[in-house]
């Protein structure tokens, strides 16, 4: 699809919203329809959608393979953090509330917060490794 201009041109145009939009989705999750699984995903749509047109080697240009297993592993990183850190401070796993002694509530809102941006992150992340694997793998 790379020597279709016009392809070219809607899909360097269209990128840039449909990240934009991940990042709406991803913060909107909590009030509405969303959160980190649709927000990661969207958001490695931008990226294969880009590799469809530009091909993978260019996208590993803008996206390098390192940065993606940055984000793999900082989404996980998050997530566990959250979750040892309601430990440390009294709670269970994952119990938001620990998070705000004062305000549970506060706490819950938080917590619920940073575990759908690890969340985020990581399914971005991982969607996208896994099509540069198989891109990768295939050869005409």
Do not use: C
């Not at 070219?8 to 939009?21: G, N, T």
């Not at 959608?49 to 793999?72: D, E, H, M, N, Q």
């Amino acid at each position: 699809m790379s020597e279709h201009l016009i392809v070219r041109v809607v899909v360097k145009m269209l990128v840039p919203f449909i990240l934009l939009f991940a990042l709406y989705v991803q913060m909107h999750g909590d009030y509405g329809p969303g959160g980190g699984f649709q927000a990661g995903v969207i958001f490695a749509t931008g990226f294969i959608v880009y590799a469809v047109v530009f091909g993978v080697r260019r996208t590993i240009k803008v996206l390098p393979l390192p940065a993606v297993t940055l984000l793999i592993s900082s989404g996980l990183l998050l997530y566990a953090t959250v979750g040892f850190a309601t430990l440390f401070l009294g709670g269970n796993f994952l119990e938001y509330g620990a998070l705000d002694s004062n305000n549970p509530v506060h706490g819950q809102h938080i917590g619920i917060i940073i575990i759908e941006l690890g969340v985020g992150i990581t399914v971005a992340g991982v969607l996208i490794a896994i099509f540069f694997t198989f891109a990768e793998r295939w050869r005409p």
